[in-house]
């Protein structure tokens, strides 16, 4: 028995798995995060990544997680999902 | 004998060790078909789906016995003379499938498939409640996980069959089934034997005479009130009495609520979506009592409104949130029903006549006035439609510099404030107060919302 499945309570009309926000058609006129997970040398990517966007004439918000070994802190996220249109994460090094 | 005997025997039941020989004995001659064992799967099933409680058991159609006495044992298949040598009696054990956390885990591996709704499997880093929330689930409180051990559970508070359909509900007119209100009920936080109230309120609120897609779409303040009759409302452990409106009492709380929330998930309807109401009131989380019956110097509500005494029913009201009648000097009827008639002419407001049902939640000390007045609950209602009989110049749009009011032609009638089967009575509350409740309705009549009152089922 898993524990972990529940059963719908709805009348089942939408996917039960949610749904991606669309991808937008074009970056122009949106914000892009920059999420740093604290992995050794993704600001670096990421300094790259912005300077990019910037020369393209979008603005770019920075973001850095305490640590990678643990996901990002509510508030993090919160800031995150209220400033920013789309986001990039550097994952991995 | 036309049909053979199962036995249910498990590994670690002394009695079981016991009367092995005889069950051998009992097979050899063809008596006992087959013997199933706790202690593998496929015996567990068998146990499961014939319902053992307790081992060593035999079973011929409906008819069984447990434990070991030799001369039921004896009786029971034909055959004398079992068990030479073994004492005269044994009792058995329990079953393995009545083991307190296996039991759970047994219904959902036995029974699970019986259950249609879909599986929500939650990801490892979730946490449940936020899960839930996450989902639009909820009423904005927190909720309880409906697991399929939680809803069989349910489902066991019912004798109704889980896929049995219950009601069409708006605004997405959605067949509910008896397992989609156990999962709502769930949620909502019920114990399963409160499970026929909520089934046979959503009943009733989805009938085209409660309406609860005008009541839920509308811009006013009202939401279904829930009221239980009968003697289901003491053994579910309702509360009539002390705080009988308010917060504190399992069944009060979550009955109203696992209809709301059925509404809210399974119908679709959802504050901000087709629930329109400009402010709402908190009874929209839960809005459900019972009635003091004992207590009461009239007929309940269900008797009142056509069901026979000592059936349980629910009737259902189109109601906005109590507002409070205080008289503590009254002594006669005459005296109490004129502060009632203050309070229910504010209904809505002062000078909209007939538009509006209400029910008053008469008070014990209230009550006790009435009752001593020797006034039935007809003469309370004939009395104040009387006094709420108003005169049509005190009405119109303008009088009193207020413009609201009926139009300027009516004016010259005089108007009832209700309806005469718009005005209702039931009783409840603690001991000590002279206070009553006029819970206000919606737009009445085939336009809006009628009570509705339903027999509530097993």
Same mark, same amino acid.
């Given at each position: 028995?898993?524990? @972990?499945?529940?059963?719908?309570?709805?009348?089942?009309?939408?996917?039960?798995? +949610?749904? @991606?926000?669309?991808?937008?058609?074009?970056?122009?006129? @949106?914000?892009?995060?920059?999420?740093?997970?604290?992995?050794?040398?993704?600001?670096?990517?990421?300094?790259?990544?912005?300077?990019?966007?910037?020369?393209?004439?979008? +603005?770019?918000? +920075?973001?850095?997680?305490?640590?990678?070994?643990?996901?990002?802190?509510?508030?993090?996220?919160?800031?995150?999902?209220?400033?920013?249109?789309?986001?990039?994460?550097?994952?991995?090094? | 004998?036309?049909?053979?005997?199962?036995?249910?025997?498990?590994?670690?039941?002394?009695?079981?060790?016991?009367?092995?020989?005889?069950?051998?004995?009992?097979?050899?001659?063809?008596?006992?078909?087959?013997?199933?064992?706790?202690?593998?799967?496929?015996?567990?099933?068998?146990?499961?789906?014939?319902?053992?409680?307790?081992?060593?058991?035999?079973?011929?159609?409906?008819?069984?016995? &447990?434990?070991?006495?030799?001369?039921?044992?004896?009786?029971?298949?034909?055959?004398?003379?079992?068990?030479?040598?073994?004492?005269?009696?044994?009792?058995?054990?329990?079953?393995?499938?009545?083991?307190?956390?296996?039991?759970?885990?047994?219904?959902?591996?036995?029974?699970?498939?019986?259950?249609?709704?879909?599986?929500?499997?939650? !990801?490892?880093?979730?946490?449940? =409640?936020? =899960?839930?929330?996450?989902?639009?689930?909820?009423?904005?409180?927190?909720?309880?996980?409906?697991?399929? !051990?939680?809803?069989?559970?349910?489902?066991?508070?019912?004798?109704?069959?889980?896929?049995?359909?219950?009601? &069409?509900?708006?605004?997405?007119? &959605?067949?509910?089934?008896?397992?989609?209100?156990?999962?709502?009920?769930?949620?909502? #936080?019920?114990?399963?034997?409160?499970?026929?109230?909520?089934?046979?309120?959503?009943?009733?609120?989805?009938?085209?005479?409660?309406?609860?897609?005008?009541?839920?779409?509308?811009?006013?303040?009202?939401?279904?009130?829930?009221?239980?009759?009968?003697?289901?409302?003491? !053994?579910?452990?309702?509360?009539? #009495?002390?705080?009988?409106?308010?917060?504190?009492?399992?069944?009060?709380?979550?009955?109203?609520?696992?209809?709301?929330?059925?509404?809210?998930?399974?119908?679709?309807?959802?504050?901000?979506?087709?629930?329109?109401?400009?402010?709402?009131?908190?009874?929209?989380?839960?809005?459900?009592? =019972?009635?003091?019956?004992?207590?009461?110097?009239?007929?309940?509500?269900?008797?009142?409104?056509?069901?026979?005494?000592?059936? /349980?029913?629910?009737?259902?009201? !189109?109601?906005?949130?109590?507002?409070?009648?205080?008289?503590?000097? /009254?002594?006669?009827?005459?005296?109490?029903?004129?502060?009632?008639?203050?309070?229910?002419?504010?209904?809505?407001?002062?000078?909209?006549?007939?538009?509006?049902?209400?029910?008053?939640?008469?008070?014990?000390?209230?009550?006790?006035?009435?009752?001593?007045?020797?006034?039935?609950?007809?003469?309370?209602?004939?009395?104040?439609?009387?006094?709420?009989?108003?005169?049509?110049?005190?009405?119109?749009?303008?009088?009193?510099?207020?413009?609201?009011?009926?139009?300027?032609?009516?004016?010259? =009638?005089?108007?009832?404030?209700?309806?005469?089967?718009?005005?209702?009575?039931?009783?409840?509350?603690?001991?000590?107060?002279?206070? /009553?409740?006029?819970?206000?309705?919606?737009?009445?009549?085939?336009? #809006?919302?009628?009570?509705?009152?339903?027999?509530?089922?097993?």
């Amino acid at each position: 028995m898993n524990a @972990r499945v529940v059963l719908d309570p709805t009348g089942e009309r939408s996917p039960a798995v +949610r749904q @991606r926000v669309e991808r937008p058609a074009s970056l122009e006129g @949106r914000t892009v995060g920059l999420l740093d997970i604290s992995k050794a040398r993704g600001d670096k990517f990421l300094d790259r990544l912005s300077q990019l966007r910037e020369e393209r004439g979008l +603005r770019v918000a +920075r973001f850095r997680k305490p640590t990678f070994a643990k996901v990002a802190p509510v508030d993090l996220k919160h800031e995150i999902s209220t400033t920013c249109d789309v986001v990039i994460e550097a994952l991995a090094d | 004998m036309t049909e053979t005997i199962v036995a249910v025997v498990k590994r670690d039941c002394p009695t079981c060790a016991l009367i092995e020989p005889v069950l051998a004995d009992l097979v050899d001659r063809g008596v006992v078909s087959v013997v199933h064992r706790e202690n593998d799967d496929a015996g567990l099933e068998a146990s499961w789906h014939l319902r053992i409680e307790t081992v060593p058991a035999l079973v011929r159609g409906d008819q069984r016995i &447990v434990g070991w006495s030799r001369s039921q044992w004896e009786e029971f298949t034909g055959v004398a003379g079992l068990g030479e040598g073994l004492p005269d009696y044994r009792p058995g054990c329990g079953s393995r499938t009545v083991e307190p956390g296996l039991a759970d885990e047994l219904a959902v591996r036995f029974n699970g498939s019986s259950l249609r709704s879909r599986r929500v499997p939650l !990801a490892e880093l979730e946490d449940e =409640a936020e =899960a839930l929330f996450d989902r639009g689930w909820t009423d904005g409180l927190p909720v309880v996980a409906p697991t399929e !051990a939680r809803v069989l559970r349910m489902l066991g508070g019912t004798s109704r069959g889980a896929d049995e359909v219950v009601a &069409v509900v708006p605004p997405d007119l &959605v067949e509910c089934t008896v397992e989609k209100v156990a999962v709502n009920a769930v949620m909502a #936080g019920c114990r399963p034997e409160y499970l026929p109230v909520v089934l046979a309120a959503v009943e009733a609120a989805c009938t085209e005479r409660f309406n609860i897609h005008g009541l839920l779409a509308t811009t006013y303040f009202s939401g279904p009130v829930v009221i239980v009759n009968g003697p289901i409302a003491r !053994a579910i452990g309702m509360n009539s #009495g002390v705080n009988a409106l308010g917060q504190g009492n399992r069944a009060n709380a979550t009955i109203g609520r696992a209809l709301q929330l059925v509404i809210r998930n399974v119908g679709g309807g959802r504050p901000g979506g087709v629930d329109r109401a400009t402010l709402g009131n908190p009874g929209k989380y839960t809005f459900c009592f =019972a009635e003091d019956e004992e207590g009461s110097p009239w007929e309940p509500l269900s008797v009142e409104r056509g069901l026979d005494p000592g059936v /349980s029913a629910v009737t259902l009201f !189109a109601g906005e949130g109590p507002r409070g009648v205080v008289d503590q000097a /009254s002594r006669t009827p005459e005296s109490l029903a004129r502060s009632f008639a203050g309070t229910l002419r504010t209904v809505a407001n002062p000078k909209l006549p007939l538009a509006f049902d209400a029910f008053v939640v008469v008070s014990p000390e209230h009550a006790r006035v009435f009752r001593e007045g020797g006034w039935s609950k007809a003469r309370l209602r004939e009395e104040l439609l009387t006094l709420l009989t108003i005169d049509g110049s005190e009405l119109v749009r303008g009088a009193g510099g207020c413009d609201e009011g009926i139009p300027e032609a009516l004016g010259g =009638a005089s108007w009832p404030k209700f309806r005469p089967d718009g005005l209702w009575f039931v009783h409840a509350g603690g001991t000590a107060g002279m206070f /009553s409740a006029i819970i206000g309705g919606w737009i009445n009549g085939e336009t #809006g919302s009628q009570a509705v009152t339903m027999e509530v089922g097993s």
